[in-house]
């Protein structure tokens, strides 16, 4: 359990929140508190053990609210925190040469950062290439290239550049900073209701004006029986009834749904955003990178000249032991995947540079590279190869060995092609149970696409697409109603983008991208997008599955408390004891620890969100009912009568 | 042939009638309020009223007509009963005091029919057929034309425009109710109601009051109003002779509300949509029906307050039929039914009266609660809950829920504060928990616009005459503006297109789902006052 030191960390602040300023955000605590108050003047004025005890875990009733929320936000502040340890004080060299805090930074200030500097604003690289390391963001330690032009553009504040120079246009303010936007996001700082908890906060008033109304005419009612009852009997009646289990965890449902994404590197800019995912009718999905592979696979070792076959695979393996990148590890699968012997481990390894355009190792004598083929000097043979399989949609990768007089010699070509990612068939398979259509969109060819939308199981492709066609084919979606989501990385994507109700850009990609969408994922990964739907409808079902369970908890405490509030009168009643409850008090006081104890039961799930697995709507709700609604309904029976057990032995109760 | 047996073949000849009667009719007012023509007569009508009947209504500007021409009923009527003793066939019965007239205006007006007042006693035939009986029409017609306006709301999509209401308000009483009534007026003559301007007949050297009964009579049950020309209301011979008109006068009380889930899924493009409404509101008043057909078969004097010609079967089936819709004739006396027995009469108007409920209200009340229920459902599948294609959000689950809560607001406010009353004392018949169901009765039929008495309490004290007056108000037309706001901010909305992932909204789940929902807040709501009175009544 988790939760444990996460609780008594979250008491200090849940105390805090017993400010009633506080209280007033969710109407049905803001009742359990006024309820807590008007009980403990009864126990001051007229004290029983009762009385005390029904005050006291009203106040606890409260308490376990304020902590559920404590905690949720706790976490984030954890997350927040360990942010603005990356947000170094930078100092921005600009490039007239004056020297500025990274905080006085403008909109369009240029800045120079060299090897070993840290990128004092969000920006756009405008000059030079270099490699930076975003460990600090993005948690992935393996440093990525940046150059000005194209889609690889962008920089974050925070970042450090290892290698190089680059000059950088500063594209937001200080304070407004990617990062300080992702402090603010997990801290819950700007956490506003977002619709569809507004329209639940509604329900839930709606439900707590019923109850109110059913327990103050309550009264009269008793007068009129001959049996009338105490205020602090009918505030528990009251606050029992009220939905406060899920009154309890509202905020802190949302709070870790937020949670949740930022957890899988996903930044919303708003909690709409997250709720607009779980509402997706159509996924447009990039075909390269994300359907498939991209071109980084390799499928074919194709020898040139004299050249073996053995030789070819043999040289490519050599050439890509130390590579770590998709393409080379899958050069090394296609070579056989025997791993390096410990003569092959004293090579030196030639990283990729973003000048040579090639990797490759120097064992001995040896000298082996391999890279794109604009990098070597190609016979027409090698050329002939090349040029079809650029054509038909793949990536070539030329080998070649320089013997020791320097002598250099092209060995033959790699294929890397389009492999459909393992796993995409079933996801696609679980979408449409979701009810979300999938539609693949490619630069190929339409009959290219075809082939690899028939074996991806998307429901649709859109081939040849232009950016204007993908933000045509967006706009007809929503003409009919659906909500759309995708995700882009490029300057040409922002429109679309924006125009999706829900548009993921990449960390890679420019800042257009990134100001037009409304999410940002670190990792880069448009398999996300899956997830982010996911975790969206989690937060719905979450808060809709609480408070199924919390109306269907108030059968049993009818069971509990009405037989103990008017047995006396109409002995009849005593009847509906069905829970046998030891004495009218014992049955008050258990129902109302039952109703403080199942808020804090609830916490990990609020926290953690109720399980998702996709499936249709109808086998969703029938399991949801079950649980949450029978669940609900049988829980409290039990729950109560085992809390009068104990509580039957206080004296004074019992 | 026993009483079981009789029963069940009467009730088997009711449920016969209205499925034959179902799709025809139901197809028809589809038809009524979606046809482009109008009528001779109701050209003349709209001429001399000055409305352009082409010219469609936002929802506030139908809000207004509603609220307006229901004020203007009500001020009218007031005025006919304040100066009767100028009327002709006034039968010197003098003029309605200001209390009375107050709570009568309101109870026609607002299709409640509840009665303060013994009618051949006090009310001329001329206050009857100018005043009570045309309101017996237009407030249904306004109920009716409320249920369409938010039907349009749901077919509609991306318009402000709801319909006008003059026009639903001119067919809904030319066309179908008009017609209906007329030849159910004759058949009731057939059948020996009884149809004369005298104020009474000689029978055996006594005399015994009588009226212009079958055209009342016929919108009485047709217009779910439930006001009868004669104190004894549907137990009186000259209301209701036999058998035969008992069972006919309960198909005409159920006959449009059940034909209206009919309509409303000729409307929506999808007829499974009115069937699983109509299954909904089938199964609560099956249930409802056996609960009280067993409680009054099995009470300690069974037949106590029953009509001997109607029996225990032909009274529980009339007495399940006028609280499930918001009639409120009654042809035995609920005070004497068993605590049971009454008590399932009493939460059938808890339940909001949506089983099948009123003409028009009976629909709204129930879509209102699919709202509800679709809402917490549509959450628990992960998306932003939707029905009939509209998403429901802010203000639709605001507009849905200001709709719920008026009823049990007016309800517990008032019965709360006649529990307490020194007065309330003097004007019950019975003390202790039965007395509690008394109140609880007064108020509920007051609220849910029923007008059923349950009996054994006199309730023409001033407290009584303007508290129940202001429940019968608030409960009518808080709920209609509301449903108003909710058609509007629905016609306003985009259609969402029905994908694998939308909730379907035609099966058993679904069904469900609403039943349980409508049973669930009528418990939640009521148990605590219902545990003081019929509960610990039928505990004893």
């Given at each position: 359990?988790?939760?444990?030191?996460?609780?008594?960390?979250?008491?200090?602040?849940?105390?805090?929140?017993?400010?009633?300023?506080?209280?007033?955000?969710?109407?049905?605590?803001?009742?359990?508190?006024?309820?807590?108050?008007?009980?403990?003047?009864?126990?001051?004025?007229?004290?029983?053990?009762?009385?005390?005890?029904?005050?006291?875990?009203?106040?606890?009733?409260?308490?376990?609210?304020?902590?559920?929320?404590?905690?949720?936000?706790?976490?984030?502040?954890?997350?927040?925190?360990?942010?603005?340890?990356?947000?170094?004080?930078?100092?921005?060299?600009?490039?007239?040469?004056?020297?500025?805090?990274?905080?006085?930074?403008?909109?369009?200030?240029?800045?120079?950062?060299?090897?070993?500097?840290?990128?004092?604003?969000?920006?756009?690289?405008?000059?030079?290439?270099?490699?930076?390391?975003?460990?600090?963001?993005?948690?992935?330690?393996?440093?990525?290239?940046?150059?000005?032009?194209?889609?690889?553009?962008?920089?974050?504040?925070?970042?450090?550049?290892?290698?190089?120079?680059?000059?950088?246009?500063?594209?937001?303010?200080?304070?407004?900073?990617?990062?300080?936007?992702?402090?603010?996001?997990?801290?819950?700082?700007?956490?506003?209701?977002?619709?569809?908890?507004?329209?639940?906060?509604?329900?839930?008033?709606?439900?707590?004006?019923?109850?109110?109304?059913?327990?103050?005419?309550?009264?009269?009612?008793?007068?009129?029986?001959?049996?009338?009852?105490?205020?602090?009997?009918?505030?528990?009646?009251?606050?029992?009834?009220?939905?406060?289990?899920?009154?309890?965890?509202?905020?802190?449902?949302?709070?870790?749904?937020?949670?949740?994404?930022?957890?899988?590197?996903?930044?919303?800019?708003?909690?709409?955003?997250?709720?607009?995912?779980?509402?997706?009718?159509?996924?447009?999905?990039?075909?390269?990178?994300?359907?498939?592979?991209?071109?980084?696979?390799?499928?074919?070792?194709?020898?040139?000249?004299?050249?073996?076959?053995?030789?070819?695979?043999?040289?490519?393996?050599?050439?890509?032991?130390?590579?770590?990148?998709?393409?080379?590890?899958?050069?090394?699968?296609?070579?056989?995947?025997?791993?390096?012997?410990?003569?092959?481990?004293?090579?030196?390894?030639?990283?990729?540079?973003?000048?040579?355009?090639?990797?490759?190792?120097?064992?001995?004598?040896?000298?082996?590279?391999?890279?794109?083929?604009?990098?070597?000097?190609?016979?027409?043979?090698?050329?002939?190869?090349?040029?079809?399989?650029?054509?038909?949609?793949?990536?070539?990768?030329?080998?070649?060995?320089?013997?020791?007089?320097?002598?250099?010699?092209?060995?033959?070509?790699?294929?890397?092609?389009?492999?459909?990612?393992?796993?995409?068939?079933?996801?696609?398979?679980?979408?449409?149970?979701?009810?979300?259509?999938?539609?693949?969109?490619?630069?190929?060819?339409?009959?290219?696409?075809?082939?690899?939308?028939?074996?991806?199981?998307?429901?649709?492709?859109?081939?040849?697409?232009?950016?204007?066609?993908?933000?045509?084919?967006?706009?007809?979606?929503?003409?009919?109603?659906?909500?759309?989501?995708?995700?882009?990385?490029?300057?040409?994507?922002?429109?679309?983008?924006?125009?999706?109700?829900?548009?993921?850009?990449?960390?890679?990609?420019?800042?257009?991208?990134?100001?037009?969408?409304?999410?940002?994922?670190?990792?880069?990964?448009?398999?996300?997008?899956?997830?982010?739907?996911?975790?969206?409808?989690?937060?719905?079902?979450?808060?809709?599955?609480?408070?199924?369970?919390?109306?269907?908890?108030?059968?049993?405490?009818?069971?509990?408390?009405?037989?103990?509030?008017?047995?006396?009168?109409?002995?009849?009643?005593?009847?509906?004891?069905?829970?046998?409850?030891?004495?009218?008090?014992?049955?008050?006081?258990?129902?109302?620890?039952?109703?403080?104890?199942?808020?804090?039961?609830?916490?990990?799930?609020?926290?953690?969100?109720?399980?998702?697995?996709?499936?249709?709507?109808?086998?969703?709700?029938?399991?949801?009912?079950?649980?949450?609604?029978?669940?609900?309904?049988?829980?409290?029976?039990?729950?109560?009568?085992?809390?009068?057990?104990?509580?039957?032995?206080?004296?004074?109760?019992? | 042939?026993?009483?079981?047996?009789?029963?069940?073949?009467?009730?088997?000849?009711?449920?016969?009638?209205?499925?034959?009667?179902?799709?025809?009719?139901?197809?028809?007012?589809?038809?009524?309020?979606?046809?482009?023509?109008?009528?001779?007569?109701?050209?003349?009508?709209?001429?001399?009223?000055?409305?352009?009947?082409?010219?469609?209504?936002?929802?506030?500007?139908?809000?207004?007509?509603?609220?307006?021409?229901?004020?203007?009923?009500?001020?009218?009527?007031?005025?006919?009963?304040?100066?009767?003793?100028?009327?002709?066939?006034?039968?010197?019965?003098?003029?309605?005091?200001?209390?009375?007239?107050?709570?009568?205006?309101?109870?026609?007006?607002?299709?409640t029919n509840w009665?303060?007042?013994?009618?051949?006693?006090?009310?001329?035939?001329?206050?009857?057929?100018?005043?009570?009986?045309?309101?017996?029409?237009?407030?249904?017609?306004?109920?009716?034309?409320?249920?369409?306006?938010?039907?349009?709301?749901?077919?509609?999509?991306?318009?402000?425009?709801?319909?006008?209401?003059?026009?639903?308000?001119?067919?809904?009483?030319?066309?179908?109710?008009?017609?209906?009534?007329?030849?159910?007026?004759?058949?009731?003559?057939?059948?020996?109601?009884?149809?004369?301007?005298?104020?009474?007949?000689?029978?055996?050297?006594?005399?015994?009051?009588?009226?212009?009964?079958?055209?009342?009579?016929?919108?009485?049950?047709?217009?779910t109003?439930g006001?009868?020309?004669?104190?004894?209301n549907s137990a009186?011979?000259?209301?209701?002779?036999?058998?035969?008109?008992?069972?006919?006068?309960i198909?005409?009380i159920l006959?449009?509300?059940?034909?209206?889930?009919?309509?409303?899924?000729?409307?929506?493009?999808?007829?499974?949509?009115?069937?699983?409404?109509?299954?909904?509101m089938?199964?609560i008043w099956t249930a409802m029906l056996a609960v009280i057909w067993a409680a009054e078969a099995n009470g300690?004097?069974p037949?106590e307050g029953k009509e001997?010609?109607f029996?225990i079967p032909g009274s529980a089936l009339f007495a399940n039929a006028t609280t499930g819709t918001s009639t409120g004739a009654v042809n035995s006396l609920h005070d004497s039914y068993t605590g049971l027995g009454g008590g399932a009469a009493l939460l059938n108007m808890l339940f909001g009266e949506m089983t099948p409920g009123g003409?028009?209200?009976g629909?709204?009340?129930?879509?209102?609660?699919?709202?509800?229920?679709?809402?917490?459902?549509?959450?628990?599948?992960?998306?932003?809950?939707?029905?009939?294609?509209?998403?429901?959000?802010?203000?639709?689950?605001?507009?849905?829920?200001?709709?719920?809560?008026?009823m049990?607001?007016?309800l517990?406010?008032?019965a709360?504060?006649?529990?307490?009353?020194?007065?309330?004392?003097?004007?019950?018949?019975n003390?202790?928990e039965h007395?509690l169901s008394e109140i609880l009765y007064a108020y509920a039929s007051a609220s849910n616009n029923n007008g059923s008495a349950f009996g054994g309490i006199?309730?023409?004290?001033?407290?009584?005459?303007?508290?129940?007056?202001?429940?019968?108000?608030?409960?009518?037309?808080?709920?209609?503006?509301?449903?108003?706001?909710?058609?509007?901010?629905?016609?306003?909305?985009?259609?969402?297109?029905?994908?694998?992932?939308?909730?379907?909204?035609?099966?058993?789940?679904?069904?469900?789902?609403?039943?349980?929902?409508i049973v669930?807040?009528a418990a939640?709501?009521f148990?605590?006052a219902l545990?003081?009175g019929p509960i610990?009544e039928a505990?004893?």
């Open positions: 359990m988790t939760t444990k030191p996460g609780l008594a960390a979250a008491l200090p602040e849940a105390l805090k929140k017993l400010d009633p300023r506080h209280q007033l955000r969710s109407p049905v605590m803001f009742v359990v508190w006024a309820g807590s108050l008007l009980v403990t003047v009864f126990a001051v004025t007229d004290p029983s053990v009762f009385t005390i005890a029904v005050a006291a875990w009203l106040w606890f009733t409260v308490l376990f609210a304020n902590l559920a929320e404590a905690v949720a936000e706790g976490r984030g502040k954890a997350q927040a925190d360990s942010l603005r340890r990356t947000k170094k004080d930078a100092v921005a060299r600009l490039v007239d040469g004056d020297v500025v805090a990274g905080t006085e930074l403008k909109i369009g200030d240029l800045v120079v950062v060299e090897a070993g500097e840290v990128v004092p604003g969000d920006g756009d690289v405008v000059e030079g290439i270099a490699t930076v390391d975003e460990s600090a963001i993005t948690g992935e330690s393996a440093p990525v290239i940046r150059e000005s032009g194209g889609d690889r553009c962008a920089v974050t504040g925070g970042t450090t550049v290892l290698s190089d120079r680059i000059v950088v246009r500063i594209t937001t303010k200080p304070g407004e900073s990617f990062v300080d936007r992702m402090i603010a996001l997990v801290e819950g700082a700007e956490r506003q209701k977002t619709p569809n908890e507004i329209a639940l906060t509604i329900l839930l008033s709606t439900l707590t004006i019923i109850f109110l109304l059913a327990v103050v005419a309550l009264q009269p009612f008793a007068i009129y029986s001959g049996g009338e009852q105490s205020v602090v009997v009918l505030t528990a009646l009251l606050v029992c009834l009220i939905p406060t289990t899920i009154g309890a965890l509202l905020s802190a449902i949302g709070i870790a749904g937020m949670d949740r994404l930022v957890q899988r590197n996903v930044l919303a800019t708003s909690g709409k955003a997250v709720e607009a995912a779980g509402d997706i009718d159509t996924l447009l999905l990039d075909k390269t990178g994300t359907i498939t592979w991209g071109n980084r696979r390799a499928t074919e070792f194709i020898p040139v000249g004299p050249t073996s076959d053995e030789t070819l695979v043999a040289a490519a393996r050599l050439a890509s032991l130390a590579d770590d990148t998709p393409e080379g590890r899958s050069i090394l699968e296609l070579a056989g995947g025997e791993p390096a012997s410990e003569h092959e481990k004293t090579g030196e390894f030639v990283p990729f540079t973003a000048q040579t355009r090639m990797s490759g190792i120097d064992l001995g004598e040896r000298s082996i590279r391999k890279g794109a083929a604009s990098a070597f000097e190609l016979t027409d043979t090698a050329r002939e190869i090349v040029d079809e399989i650029s054509a038909q949609g793949g990536t070539p990768l030329v080998v070649a060995e320089n013997d020791h007089s320097g002598n250099g010699k092209v060995l033959g070509i790699i294929r890397l092609s389009d492999v459909v990612k393992p796993g995409m068939r079933e996801r696609f398979a679980e979408l449409r149970a979701m009810g979300i259509r999938t539609v693949m969109v490619t630069g190929d060819n339409p009959l290219t696409a075809k082939a690899i939308a028939e074996e991806a199981g998307v429901d649709d492709f859109l081939a040849e697409a232009k950016p204007e066609d993908k933000m045509a084919l967006i706009r007809k979606e929503q003409e009919g109603g659906r909500l759309v989501a995708m995700t882009g990385d490029g300057t040409n994507d922002a429109p679309a983008l924006a125009q999706a109700d829900v548009g993921v850009a990449m960390n890679t990609g420019t800042s257009a991208a990134k100001e037009a969408g409304n999410m940002v994922d670190l990792d880069s990964d448009p398999t996300k997008l899956i997830e982010i739907v996911e975790i969206g409808k989690q937060l719905l079902i979450t808060r809709g599955a609480l408070t199924t369970f919390s109306v269907a908890n108030d059968l049993a405490k009818y069971f509990a408390i009405l037989p103990a509030m008017f047995a006396a009168i109409y002995p009849a009643l005593d009847r509906l004891n069905i829970m046998h409850l030891a004495t009218p008090q014992s049955a008050i006081l258990s129902a109302v620890i039952f109703n403080a104890l199942v808020i804090v039961a609830l916490i990990p799930l609020a926290l953690k969100g109720v399980r998702y697995r996709p499936s249709s709507a109808s086998a969703l709700l029938r399991r949801n009912l079950l649980i949450y609604g029978l669940g609900g309904v049988v829980t409290p029976f039990a729950g109560i009568w085992l809390i009068d057990l104990l509580v039957r032995l206080i004296p004074g109760i019992g | 042939m026993s009483p079981l047996v009789a029963g069940l073949l009467q009730t088997g000849i009711l449920l016969t009638a209205l499925a034959v009667v179902y799709r025809p009719l139901g197809d028809y007012m589809a038809r009524v309020f979606t046809a482009k023509g109008h009528l001779k007569a109701e050209r003349a009508i709209y001429r001399f009223a000055r409305i352009n009947p082409d010219a469609e209504q936002k929802w506030s500007t139908y809000a207004y007509g509603v609220l307006g021409f229901s004020f203007v009923g009500i001020v009218f009527l007031y005025v006919v009963q304040r100066v009767q003793s100028l009327l002709p066939f006034g039968f010197d019965r003098g003029d309605i005091g200001p209390g009375m007239a107050f709570n009568t205006a309101i109870s026609f007006v607002a299709n009665q303060s007042y013994v009618p051949e006693a006090v009310m001329g035939h001329a206050v009857q057929m100018i005043g009570l009986t045309v309101q017996n029409f237009v407030s249904a017609a306004v109920g009716l034309a409320v249920a369409i306006a938010l039907v349009r709301g749901f077919v509609r999509h991306q318009t402000d425009r709801l319909g006008n209401f003059w026009v639903d308000l001119v067919r809904g009483t030319l066309r179908i109710l008009l017609p209906i009534a007329f030849i159910g007026a004759i058949v009731l003559i057939a059948f020996g109601v009884t149809m004369s301007l005298k104020s009474g007949v000689d029978v055996d050297g006594q005399v015994v009051a009588n009226a212009p009964v079958a055209s009342q009579e016929v919108i009485k049950e047709l217009g109003n006001g009868g020309v004669l104190n004894a009186h011979p000259f209301e209701n002779p036999g058998e035969w008109t008992n069972l006919i006068e198909f005409l006959v449009i509300p059940v034909a209206l889930t009919r309509t409303f899924g000729r409307l929506a493009g999808d007829r499974k949509q009115g069937y699983v409404l109509l299954s909904v089938g199964v300690i004097r037949l001997l010609r029996g003409v028009g209200t629909l709204y009340s129930i879509l209102v609660m699919a709202i509800i229920a679709m809402f917490l459902a549509g959450l628990m599948v992960g998306r932003t809950p939707e029905y009939l294609g509209k998403k429901l959000g802010r203000k639709e689950v605001t507009a849905a829920a200001v709709s719920i809560l008026a049990p607001t007016v517990l406010i008032g709360g504060i006649a529990a307490v009353l020194p007065s309330t004392q003097g004007a019950l018949n003390p202790g007395g006199t309730v023409t004290n001033d407290w009584f005459q303007s508290s129940l007056g202001l429940c019968m108000l608030f409960g009518r037309f808080v709920p209609i503006v509301a449903v108003l706001a909710l058609a509007g901010s629905l016609a306003a909305q985009k259609k969402v297109p029905v994908t694998a992932g939308t909730l379907p909204t035609t099966g058993p789940l679904f069904a469900t789902l609403l039943t349980g929902s669930l807040v939640l709501t148990v605590p545990a003081l610990a505990l004893l």
